[in-house]
């Protein structure tokens, strides 16, 4: 099969990683990123850290408005799917990017398989659960993380095409931490000590456009009394440099970090403070007690569990939880045994012939190929 993939911020190359690797021992593989993710250590840093191929194409939209920003990606996904003609696309996750994607390969009768499917905070202000709600309702093939997505999907009336199969970000944590163990030297070059320090980070939409919301994190981050480490997503950075917010020495308030360093910062913290999808499993997934800086997750098996406690942006809340953080005693492996990729892959093959081929690649879009309009 020729299989084109869509990626374009940070968490997408996370779990491109395993699935590219296991998709090219079987299959032709086209990478596409956006664009939607652009600063070194945003985007390059993952592609270095995880030996990610190069894309086939940047699409190069940057950053804007929700629908500035989707519509580009669409208009430009669609010239691509012209050229290439793949049998499927892949889109994973929720973001802008994942919603053009899904978008682009639907318009066009070509199959689509959603990775990290079902997922649901049930909560329709955040542009993620839009983003989630549009590619599951388009989607083929559904892959889903955990237990709770199957379900939040059969509610909604799909049960077609619909597989468990794990997480791929658990597959990356398993292939990645021997390697993070080995080779990071953050913990000395911050000045931290394993087990001596919370890890934070911080850059949802309702956290960081809401300065009363982002105030009161910080401060309550900056009236710990212990060490803190603090990678900010540039998104948040803006924000602050806007509230004029300054940090206290045992605040670490750092660039973001690549993706062994996060691996590392995780896997020696007391307790991860975060209001990051991807970041809450992994606190899971390395036995990292941890808490939620909102009202609600969609990753529920987290909190069930005993290992995440939502504490939203209440600093009262905030404190006690991080207060009485501990290890809970169980860990159900709910994400999956680490091969998610393998599974996703061997599914592929499940995918629906397309009812119509798109249309043969039109003269416009090998013109703007030629003018340079794509960076190939
Ligand atoms: C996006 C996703 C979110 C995901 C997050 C992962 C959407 C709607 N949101 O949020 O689901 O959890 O990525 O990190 O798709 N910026 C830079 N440099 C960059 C990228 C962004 O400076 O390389 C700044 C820009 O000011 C930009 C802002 O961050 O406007 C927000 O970026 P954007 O990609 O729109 O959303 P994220 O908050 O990153
Ligand atoms: N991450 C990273 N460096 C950082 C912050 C996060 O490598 O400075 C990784 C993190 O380990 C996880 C992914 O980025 O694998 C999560 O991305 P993010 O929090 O931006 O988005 P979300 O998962 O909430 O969509």
Redesign the pocket.
């Known amino acids: 099969m020729k299989v084109l993939s869509v990626v374009g911020?940070?968490?997408e190359f996370i779990q491109a990683a395993p699935v590219t690797r296991a998709l090219r021992q079987r299959h032709q593989e086209v990478l596409v990123h956006t664009g939607?993710?652009?600063?070194d250590l945003?985007?390059r840093v993952f592609f270095q850290d995880l030996a990610i191929p190069e894309p086939d194409y940047n699409l190069g939209v940057g950053?804007g408005p929700?629908g500035r920003?989707t519509g580009d990606m669409l208009a430009r996904l669609e010239e691509v799917l012209l050229i290439e003609q793949p049998d499927l696309v892949i889109v994973r996750g929720?973001?802008?990017?994942t919603l053009a994607g899904a978008l682009a390969a639907a318009k066009l009768h070509i199959p689509l398989a959603h990775i990290e499917a079902g997922a649901r905070s049930f909560d329709r202000s955040m542009?993620?659960e839009i983003?989630r709600l549009v590619a599951d309702r388009v989607a083929d093939l559904l892959f889903c993380i955990a237990p709770s997505a199957v379900e939040n999907l059969a509610r909604e009336g799909i049960t077609t095409g619909v597989h468990y199969v794990g997480d791929v970000m658990y597959d990356a944590v398993l292939t990645f931490l021997p390697r993070a163990r080995e080779r990071s030297t953050i913990l000395a070059r911050l000045g931290v000590a394993p087990r001596g320090y919370i890890l934070a980070t911080v850059?949802r939409?309702a956290n960081t456009d809401n300065p009363r919301a982002l105030e009161r994190i910080v401060t309550t981050l900056a009236t710990l009394d212990e060490p803190v480490v603090f990678p900010i997503?540039?998104?948040t950075r803006?924000a602050l440099a806007h509230l004029g917010t300054t940090f206290p020495p045992h605040v670490r308030a750092i660039e973001p970090v690549g993706y062994l360093d996060m691996l590392a910062l995780e896997d020696s913290a007391r307790v991860i403070v975060t209001d990051?999808?991807g970041v809450t499993r992994e606190a899971y997934f390395l036995g990292i007690p941890c808490v939620t800086l909102r009202e609600e997750t969609e990753h529920v098996e987290t909190v069930i569990y005993g290992w995440n406690t939502l504490a939203g942006t209440d600093p009262v809340r905030i404190r006690a939880a991080i207060a009485h953080a501990r290890p809970a005693s169980a860990r159900p492996p709910v994400f999956g045994d680490g091969t998610a990729a393998e599974a996703i892959v061997t599914l592929l093959k499940r995918a629906p012939i397309p009812s119509h081929r798109p249309a043969h690649p039109c003269q416009h879009a090998a013109g703007r190929l030629l003018e340079g309009s794509l960076d190939r």
């Open positions: 911020a940070r968490p939607q993710h652009y600063d945003m985007s950053s929700h920003q929720d973001t802008n990017s542009p993620e983003n850059h939409a997503h540039p998104r803006k990051s999808g």
